[in-house]
Nanobody, 128 residues
Framework: QVYLAESGGGLVQAGASLTLSCEDSGRAFSSYNIAWFRQAPGKERDFVTACNWNGGTTYDADSVKGRFTISRDNAKNTVYLKMNSLKPEDTAVYYC?????????????????????WGQGTQVTVSS
């Protein structure tokens, strides 16, 4: 089991960079695939990016390709989301989520329903 907590959100101007962190306080972090989702007010929760247990395989939404990068440090039980060239439309609450690597369905990497552990979210606001 994992216990996820996001941090690093804030208010930035368009074009700026921001790095979010997702830390697990459990003991099985390296057995889990991790994803980032985001949800803007009045909108559905959207997939952003995901990585496998060691970060060697990543999956990105088209909207963030070339701007956002997911990485992880299993020694620190932490996954990072490096966000560059932020746009006002990136404004949302960002959530990290986890699913055990043995239960991960590759074809459904962007489906929030397959991730069964979630953090509380961190707000990212990008001003124009």
């Amino acid at each position: 089991q994992v216990y996820l907590a996001e941090s690093g959100g804030g208010l930035v101007q368009a074009g700026a960079s921001l790095t979010l962190s997702c830390e697990d306080s459990g003991r099985a972090f390296s057995s889990y695939n991790i994803a980032w989702f985001r949800q803007a007010p009045g909108k559905e929760r959207d997939f952003v990016t995901a990585c496998n247990w060691n970060g060697g395989t990543t999956y990105d939404a088209d909207s963030v390709k070339g701007r956002f990068t997911i990485s992880r440090d299993n020694a620190k039980n932490t996954v990072y989301l490096k966000m560059n060239s932020l746009k006002p439309e990136d404004t949302a609450v960002y959530y990290c989520a986890a699913v055990h690597m043995n239960l991960f369905r590759t074809r459904s990497y962007s489906d929030h329903e397959q991730y069964n552990y979630w953090g509380q979210g961190t707000q990212v606001t990008v001003s124009s």
